[in-house]
């Protein structure tokens, strides 16, 4: 990889995911990996003291975060075998302020920003929707029904180009297909139309790529969490969490803080793609 790698792409498109791989299969060749939610320069000030605490550098308690800061820049400035992942930044001047010029080790960062002129790297990698025929076979795949015939497969098309490609939407869909196996994939199409329609009858209507991709995860989002929100306690439970940065969440936090027995709320949002 490069030195610095910049992956582009719509919310929803896989970025984070592909990250998340690059990291899963080359982990072994970094000293240290660390994983940064750089949504905003507080995020990023958070990720880079977290990344101080990973070092057990010898700050001592009460030291400003600035101070901890610097700390930080210093040492990714020095070493060279390393692999910073800056997830979802959504401005430049954000990364900018925090990274030390010259910094030795990999950059990897993913964003909706598609003008990256200002990022000092090589060509960004650009995400593109799958076209219909990898939706397609996504669709059929993610559902179960591989082994469908013509029909199916004619259905599972036209269910996918009203998806657009989003792996996010078609992954939420399959889920669904997958659960409910006597459902169709037509029926599921006719009522993700109906949806949408309802859901943003007295909105503006969608002008941008971005807009339109947008109201079709809302979409598909929203007819799987109905589904998942006849499980007790399922929905409010999803909504706690979507409060939440980011991160993983502990078992015993979730245990704890929010259900005395949170397991088959979460069985639930799991089957629908949901977490």
């Not at 995020?43 to 009460?62: C, H, N, T, W």
């Not at 030390?100 to 960004?124: F, M, N, Q, Y």
């Not at 439970?237 to 949170?262: G, H, K, M, V, Y």
Request: charged share 25%; aromatic share 8%.
């Amino acid at each position: 990889m490069a030195r610095k790698l910049v992956i582009v792409g719509l919310g929803g498109i896989g970025k984070t995911e592909l990250a998340l791989a690059y990291c899963e299969r080359r982990c072994a060749e970094y000293d240290a990996v660390f994983w940064v939610p750089a949504s905003s320069e507080t995020a990023i000030e958070s990720g880079f003291l977290d990344i101080a605490r990973k070092l057990e550098m010898p700050v001592a308690e009460g030291t400003p975060s600035d101070e901890t800061l610097r700390e930080v820049q210093k040492w990714l400035a020095n070493d060279s075998n390393y692999l910073l992942v800056l997830d979802d930044v959504e401005r430049f001047a954000d990364v900018q302020a925090m990274l030390p010029r010259g910094a030795g080790g990999h950059l990897l960062i993913t964003t909706r920003i598609h003008d990256t002129g200002e990022w000092d790297t090589d060509a960004p990698v650009v995400l593109e929707p799958l076209t219909l025929a990898e939706s397609t076979a996504f669709l059929l795949a993610r559902s179960g029904r591989t082994a469908a015939g013509p029909q199916a497969r004619t259905e599972a098309e036209a269910l996918a180009r009203e998806l657009d490609g989003l792996p996010l939407a078609l992954d939420q869909a399959g889920a669904y297909l997958e659960t409910h196996a006597r459902t169709g994939i037509e029926e599921y199409r006719q009522d993700f139309l109906r949806r949408r329609l309802e859901i943003f009858r007295d909105r503006p209507r969608a002008t941008t790529t971005e807009q339109a991709q947008l109201e079709i995860v809302t979409t598909t989002w929203t007819k799987s969490l109905e589904m998942a929100s006849r499980y007790k306690s399922a929905e409010p439970l999803f909504l706690q969490w979507s409060l939440l940065a980011p991160d993983p969440i502990p078992f015993d936090f979730a245990e704890n803080r929010f259900l005395p027995n949170p397991l088959q709320p979460l069985e639930a949002l799991y089957t629908y793609s949901l977490v």
